[in-house]
């Protein structure tokens, strides 16, 4: 079992910030990847951001220059630090984790970050 689990997120003002965090644990090793995706509601669950073991990342568009996601491999935990935070950003954001023999995606149950005056 791979258990895969955020935490971080909240209300904040336009223009505000918030760090997610997403941590795996059990019977899961040689991760390649870790990320987020998000789900507004009524829409359908769109990319944010990966980082690979590596090191190297990929944003989309929307949150690039905002967003900065990164990694520690010891603690199989992966971050999500977000700035200037737009209304456009509320959402579910959900944690994955991709790796194992088979390379499988975990899924987290997700964190809602709301942006609002």
């Known amino acids: 079992q791979v258990q895969v689990v955020e935490s971080g997120g909240g209300l904040v003002q336009p223009g505000g910030s918030l760090r997610l965090s997403c941590a795996a644990s059990?019977?899961?090793?040689?991760?390649?990847?870790m990320g987020w995706y998000r789900q507004a509601p009524g829409k359908q669950r769109t990319f944010v951001a990966i980082?690979?073991?590596?090191?190297?990342?990929n944003y989309a568009d929307s949150v690039k220059g905002r967003f900065t996601i990164s990694r520690d491999n010891i603690k199989n935990t992966v971050y999500l630090e977000m700035t200037r935070l737009e209304p456009d950003d509320t959402a579910v954001y959900l944690c994955?984790?991709?790796?194992?023999?088979?390379?499988?995606?975990?899924w987290g149950q997700g964190t809602q970050v709301t942006v609002s005056s």
């Open positions: 994955f984790v991709r790796g194992g023999a088979t390379d499988t995606t975990y």
């Open positions: 059990g019977n899961i090793f040689s991760i390649n990847a």
């Open positions: 980082i690979m073991d590596g090191g190297s990342t």
